[in-house]
């Protein structure tokens, strides 16, 4: 049963963020494009003789609009990715807010790297104890690494997450 509404809950959410994803970009972004275009050109242009004279017809001013705009909106999001802070603050919550920064992701790292990691140093703990290289803090803390991989390993959580999560 709980099972069942965890499924549901996850299949509400994902559907959720489809619509937002697929809307957002194949509707509402066309859809704003060409209602600013008309409403700039038929409120603005339209009502400004000067600026009538320099562009007379919608079409034009639409190629026109595109062809400035187009390198514009390309330089000013190349800005926004490279040189704002703005980027950095957003991946910042994205990364308080991800789940998968406190536990391992389905997957290759659940599956392969971190077992490997799990083996070399269980490995290499033994090979420094046989040896009689390792004194006992050192020993201690790679028994805490072994504790948060073994943790990790069964789906639990390591460090502190900022958001309560399952």
Not at 56 to 78: E, K, Q
Request: aromatic share 14%; proline share 5%.
């Amino acid at each position: 049963m709980w099972d069942q509404k965890l499924k549901l809950e996850n299949l509400l959410f994902r559907s959720w963020y489809y619509f937002r994803l697929g809307y957002n970009t194949y509707f509402s972004f066309p859809i704003g494009y060409v209602s600013t275009l008309v409403t700039v050109y038929y409120l603005a242009i339209r009502n400004v003789p000067g600026l009538q004279d320099l562009v007379p017809r919608f079409l034009i001013f639409c190629v026109l609009g595109t062809a400035l705009l187009l390198p514009l909106s390309v330089a000013i999001g190349w800005i926004h990715m490279k040189r704002s802070l703005a980027l950095r603050s957003e991946l910042d919550i994205q990364v308080e807010a991800n789940p998968y920064n406190y536990k391992l992701p389905p997957g290759y790292y659940r599956e392969v790297l971190f077992p490997t990691l799990q083996e070399i140093l269980t490995g290499t703990i033994q090979l420094l104890d046989e040896k009689g290289l390792i004194d006992s803090s050192r020993k201690k803390h790679l028994g805490e690494l072994q504790q948060k991989l073994d943790a990790l390993l069964q789906g639990g959580y390591v460090g502190r997450p900022h958001l309560k999560m399952r």
